[in-house]
């Protein structure tokens, strides 16, 4: 048998009143919307499959008359133990069966009053203004929606009338909550701290924030007669009532913390929460009070649930997937823009436009995603995983990937889009950045050097040849690595993309000096061979072409590529010196062997000079421009100088008419070096007519004729001096005499005569610091002025 049946008198409560008022405490009109509620109630238990008796239903029915009435069955419940107080499922089926009773649409049944529990003397009293304050709650903190509830519960129902399949279909109609509420009216009979605390616990909301006034009103009251009452008992409740307040703002907060979570079931609470915080908000400065804002406390709340959408957001571990962060940002951004739709959609429909919904959980997220990155930047290392960061942080959060999404429009025209950062969070981050781009960068050079040596160097690989020239994979490789680094860092801003090729160009800096170093090392044994040339001819090229790529970067960074700019050219002066040193050191025997008597009768040092000439301009040939004109014009310069230099050293002098062969092979040699330069693109056209000038005055026939051919020769070349010709007339053959003497005051006329001018183009310097050794058997003939000063008479 039922219990409900065995205990009668403990588990059936009488509403009955004293006769002066309804049985539940409420107005005839009240009794119209009992009434209503109940009819309503039997038509959705008669449709209900699932209820007795209704329609599919195969569930009988008790034999209770209220539940026949109803179509709903009302469950046993245990007999309350002293100090409880009845449920207000239970109340709410007293409710249904005292209304009938008035009513006459049953049979009466017997009405046995409820025990009194001994903590509370009045519970009927009690029972009676909790259903009052439930039915006043319903009417006045209702109105957040228009839902069909008949179409939820006969959703599985596959029969019925149109009207019936059009409710079903029907959804839910979301309007504008009240700003402005009406307070039930406050108990008059107060619960135990403990009858509250359960309710806080079961989420009646409502009836424990009025139950909670009531003892708080009460305090208030004793307060204000503080002599009639002990501070003892007065401090006693006080502390109740932060206690229950704390528990209730506590259950309050959780509800808030979890209300756009799916599975929460908890969005019938948020407006009688929201109530309560805009009543306590009121109450603020009254005694018994709580410390701390409620509104405050929502807000957190609202913070702490974002916290945890947030952390939910799966994060794989990089070991497991190398893109790890980004699909981490990704699925975060996903989020964000899905919860904030529900908040636009559904959530802000629960509470009153003060409480600014949507705009309190975009901000919540502006501060829990900046925490957030916080944590996640701590674990970046990689410069994809920085990158990766920075460009979500700076393009996408505010992007129309996130928080500019259309579908959280136009209630985002209104919100700022700016994540809240800690200060100095960005500059640190980029900052971090740039470092790993210098160590990235760093590591790229330092590859690029051991691909060298492997490849190259150690296996004696001859250079590549593209478009005429000696090629290197060396300026690619780095100008790549660097470019794809800036404009990675220019697709999230200007700031990092001149930070980024700041760092690129300072690693880059010290390259030259180390690439050198490495160079000489591992190839220095190959001198003099020709690969050794050809080595260091690819390597002015590349360096060239490398200075070419990064003055690219001047407007961003003038400073960086002039730094590298000054490196880059040391290293090019240092391997064009190094070829023009080892050429100067191949070709020092042969020149030293020029002018003298086995010269004149023998050509194999000149063809052994001319040779290696002739073979340093096929390699330079090779060279990219314009270093290839500076180098062939210094080497010009050399031989031109030092083939003429032989002259005045007075190893041989012509006799028998000698002189006229001598001048026949000088100017014949003197035309093949020319020719050379001229292939090598030199720059020095004044040299070629220097070795023709002097051929004129070694290969005339007779000795009257000199004095008219040494004009040109002054002219052209204002720095040959008297002792200079003196050792040309030398080697001629001609050391005194009359005609020598009219020679040399023709000389000093012509000087004299062009003293007055500029003195002659001193860039072409070429006879100045020529050295002449005079020979002493002429010195008698020469003029005292002479002898001290031969380079300037």
């Known amino acids: 048998m039922d219990k409900s049946t065995e205990n009668?008198?403990?588990?059936?409560?009488?509403?009955?009143?004293?006769?002066?008022?309804?049985?539940?405490?409420?107005?005839?009109?009240?009794?119209?919307?009992?009434?209503?509620?109940?009819?309503?109630?039997?038509?959705?238990?008669?449709?209900?499959?699932?209820?007795?008796?209704?329609?599919?239903?195969?569930?009988?029915?008790?034999?209770?008359?209220?539940?026949?009435?109803?179509?709903?069955?009302?469950?046993?419940?245990p007999s309350p133990s002293t100090g409880s107080v009845k449920s207000p499922l239970k109340m709410i089926g007293s409710i249904f069966q005292s209304k009938q009773e008035n009513n006459g649409d049953v049979p009466q049944q017997k009405s046995i009053s409820i025990k009194r529990t001994k903590t509370d003397p009045n519970m009927s009293a009690t029972h009676e203004n909790f259903m009052r304050g439930r039915l006043t709650q319903s009417m006045n903190f209702g109105g957040r929606r228009l839902k069909n509830k008949n179409a939820k519960e006969n959703k599985a129902v596959p029969e019925g009338t149109l009207e019936e399949k059009e409710e079903e279909k029907e959804e839910e109609v979301l309007t504008e909550v009240e700003e402005t509420y009406t307070l039930p009216e406050l108990p008059h009979t107060l619960l135990s701290v403990m009858?509250?605390?359960?309710?806080?616990?079961?989420?009646?909301?409502?009836?424990?924030?009025?139950?909670?006034?009531?003892?708080?009103?009460?305090?208030?009251?004793?307060?204000?007669?503080?002599?009639?009452?002990?501070?003892?008992?007065?401090?006693?409740?006080?502390?109740?009532?932060?206690?229950?307040?704390?528990?209730?703002?506590?259950?309050?907060?959780?509800?808030?913390?979890?209300?756009?979570?799916?599975?929460?079931?908890?969005?019938?609470?948020?407006?009688?929460?929201?109530?309560?915080?805009?009543?306590?908000?009121?109450?603020?400065?009254?005694?018994?009070?709580?410390?701390?804002?409620?509104?405050?406390?929502?807000?957190?709340?609202?913070?702490?649930?974002?916290?945890?959408?947030?952390?939910?957001?799966?994060l794989e571990q990089r070991e497991q997937k190398a893109s790890w962060l980004a699909d981490h940002l990704g699925l975060l951004g996903k989020t964000i823009v899905e919860d904030l739709e529900n908040v636009k959609r559904k959530l802000r429909w629960s509470y009153p436009p003060s409480f600014?919904?949507?705009?309190?959980?975009?901000?919540?997220?502006?501060?829990?995603?900046?925490?957030?990155?916080?944590?996640?930047?701590?674990?970046?290392?990689?410069?994809?995983?920085?990158?990766?960061?920075?460009?979500?942080?700076?393009?996408?959060?505010?992007?129309?990937?996130?928080?500019?999404?259309?579908?959280?429009?136009?209630?985002?025209?209104?919100?700022?889009?700016?994540?809240?950062?800690?200060?100095?969070?960005?500059?640190q981050l980029k900052d971090k950045y740039c470092s790993k781009v210098k160590g990235d960068i760093r590591d790229s050079l330092n590859r690029v050097i051991e691909i060298e040596i492997e490849e190259v160097w150690k296996v004696?690989?001859?250079?590549?040849?593209?478009?005429?020239?000696?090629?290197?994979?060396?300026?690619?490789?780095i100008w790549t690595k660097m470019e794809g680094v800036v404009k990675n860092s220019r697709r999230i801003d200007a700031e990092l993309e001149q930070k980024a090729t700041s760092s690129c160009l300072e690693e880059l800096k010290p390259f030259p000096n180390r690439f050198e170093e490495k160079f000489n090392c591992h190839c220095s044994t190959l001198k003099p061979q020709p690969l050794w040339t050809n080595y260091q001819i690819t390597y002015i090229n590349t360096f060239t072409v490398l200075q070419q790529h990064m003055e690219g970067y001047?407007?961003?960074?003038?400073?960086?590529?002039?730094?590298?700019?000054?490196?880059?050219?040391?290293?090019?002066?240092?391997?064009?010196?190094?070829?023009?040193?080892?050429?100067?050191?191949?070709?020092?025997p042969f020149l030293r062997r020029m002018m003298t008597r086995k010269w004149l009768n023998d050509d194999s040092d000149f063809?052994?000079?001319?040779?290696?000439?002739?073979?340093?301009?096929?390699?330079?040939?090779?060279?990219?421009?314009?270093?290839?004109?500076?180098?062939?014009?210094?080497?010009?310069?050399?031989?031109?100088?030092?083939?003429?230099?032989?002259?005045?050293?007075?190893?041989?002098?012509?006799?028998?008419?000698?002189?006229?062969?001598?001048?026949?092979?000088?100017?014949?040699?003197?035309?093949?070096?020319?020719?050379?330069?001229?292939?090598?693109?030199?720059?020095?056209?004044?040299?070629?007519?220097?070795?023709?000038?002097?051929?004129?005055?070694?290969?005339?026939?007779?000795?009257?004729?000199?004095?008219?051919?040494?004009?040109?020769?002054?002219?052209?070349?204002?720095?040959?001096s008297k002792s200079h010709l003196v050792a040309v007339l030398n080697f001629r053959g001609l050391v005194r005499g009359r005609e020598y003497q009219l020679i040399l005051q023709r000389?000093?006329?012509?000087?004299?005569?062009?003293?007055?001018?500029?003195?002659?183009?001193?860039?072409?310097?070429?006879?100045g610091d020529m050295q002449v050794t005079i020979n002493t058997n002429c010195l008698s003939n020469l003029p005292f002025s002479c002898c001290l000063l031969p380079n300037n008479c």
């Not at 407007?555 to 290293?571: D, I, N, S, W, Y």
């Open 195 to 314: 009858e509250i605390s359960k309710l806080i616990e079961m989420k009646e909301l409502e009836d424990s924030h009025l139950h909670l006034l009531a003892l708080r009103q009460e305090f208030q009251q004793e307060k204000e007669r503080c002599g009639e009452v002990s501070p003892v008992e007065l401090m006693k409740k006080e502390k109740d009532l932060s206690l229950l307040y704390g528990n209730l703002r506590n259950k309050i907060t959780a509800i808030v913390r979890d209300s756009n979570s799916p599975s929460s079931g908890n969005e019938e609470l948020l407006l009688p929460l929201a109530r309560i915080i805009q009543e306590e908000e009121k109450r603020a400065e009254e005694p018994g009070s709580l410390q701390g804002s409620w509104m405050e406390a929502w807000r957190e709340a609202v913070g702490e649930g974002v916290k945890v959408k947030l952390e939910s957001v799966g």
């Open 460 to 477: 004696k690989k001859d250079p590549e040849e593209e478009e005429n020239y000696f090629v290197s994979h060396i300026p690619m490789d």
């Open 747 to 767: 000389f000093t006329e012509l000087k004299k005569k062009l003293s007055g001018g500029s003195g002659g183009d001193r860039s072409r310097v070429f006879f």
């Open 607 to 720: 063809t052994q000079l001319y040779k290696r000439t002739e073979t340093l301009s096929q390699h330079c040939a090779l060279m990219r421009p314009p270093h290839l004109q500076e180098f062939a014009s210094r080497l010009h310069y050399h031989v031109a100088r030092e083939y003429i230099g032989q002259l005045m050293k007075n190893y041989y002098s012509c006799k028998n008419r000698k002189h006229e062969n001598a001048a026949s092979k000088i100017r014949h040699q003197w035309d093949k070096l020319r020719f050379v330069f001229v292939d090598m693109e030199s720059t020095h056209e004044w040299l070629h007519s220097v070795g023709d000038e002097l051929c004129d005055i070694i290969g005339q026939k007779k000795n009257t004729e000199i004095k008219n051919n040494i004009e040109p020769l002054v002219k052209q070349y204002p720095d040959f």
């Open 356 to 427: 600014k919904v949507f705009g309190t959980y975009v901000k919540s997220y502006h501060r829990g995603v900046a925490q957030h990155l916080k944590k996640l930047e701590q674990q970046a290392t990689e410069l994809r995983e920085l990158y990766s960061l920075l460009d979500w942080i700076i393009n996408t959060y505010k992007s129309e990937c996130i928080m500019g999404s259309q579908s959280l429009q136009p209630e985002m025209n209104d919100e700022s889009t700016e994540l809240q950062l800690e200060e100095n969070f960005l500059k």
């Open 8 to 77: 009668p008198e403990e588990d059936t409560v009488s509403l009955r009143s004293n006769g002066k008022t309804p049985a539940c405490g409420v107005t005839k009109e009240k009794q119209g919307f009992i009434r209503t509620f109940r009819e309503s109630a039997r038509r959705v238990a008669a449709k209900n499959p699932l209820s007795p008796g209704g329609k599919g239903s195969k569930v009988k029915p008790e034999a209770d008359t209220a539940g026949k009435e109803l179509g709903l069955q009302t469950p046993p419940s």
């Open 554 to 588: 001047l407007a961003t960074c003038p400073g960086e590529v002039e730094g590298f700019r000054r490196e880059a050219k040391c290293l090019i002066v240092r391997l064009l010196q190094g070829l023009e040193d080892q050429f100067k050191e191949e070709v020092k």
